[in-house]
């Protein structure tokens, strides 16, 4: 028959015991103190190509972001997610992703086409930006795009400055 091991000896053991904590890391210190775990200082973002204006980033962003193929989308995103900080990345790198294995787009050869039509500082928010882009959707593959006519979207774009250039933040597309 298995003893079970006191409870005093299994807390020395684990370092839970009294006056063990002059023996324990200073963060495991702080986090029995606090019951959180001090985390390191996040890294500072960096982007692979930013450019000179926020207008400028938000204008080369929206018209990558607009043109691709089945074949590109999802190489684009990333290439996108290297360009941009914060929530944008994390969304294009989820895009990326999930339209690298979209067996639905792939095999319809679905591509989509476009130009960026404005880009205007939203009133009264700094560092936000409407942008306007006249879009179409084909498929080489699919009847399900035929006839479809070139639409109208609005997205609205944030942006940041990383060291001396400027990238999309957040891409929120609204049509």
């Avoid at 000896?9 to 775990?37: I, N």
């Avoid at 039509?117 to 959707?137: D, G, K, M, Q």
Wanted: net charge positive.
């Amino acid at each position: 028959m298995r003893r079970a091991w006191p409870l005093a000896v299994v807390a020395a053991l684990a370092g839970c015991g009294g006056g063990t904590q002059a023996h324990q890391p200073p963060k495991l210190q702080v986090a029995r103190a606090s019951h959180e775990y001090p985390s390191p200082s996040p890294r500072a973002e960096t982007v692979s190509a930013g450019l000179p204006t926020a207008v400028q980033a938000v204008r080369s962003f929206a018209s990558a972001y607009i043109n691709w193929t089945a074949g590109t989308v999802a190489s684009d995103m990333r290439a996108l997610a290297g360009r941009s900080v914060g929530e944008a990345r994390s969304a294009l790198e989820l895009a990326a992703a999930q339209t690298a294995s979209d067996y639905e787009l792939q095999r319809g050869g679905i591509a989509n086409s476009g130009t960026v039509e404005a880009v205007a500082p939203l009133p009264r928010a700094s560092r936000e930006y409407v942008v306007v882009t006249r879009e179409s959707t084909s498929a080489t593959n699919t009847t399900a795009y035929d006839g479809l006519r070139p639409a109208w979207h609005v997205a609205l774009a944030t942006v940041s400055r990383v060291g001396r250039v400027w990238a999309v933040s957040g891409w929120q597309p609204q049509s």
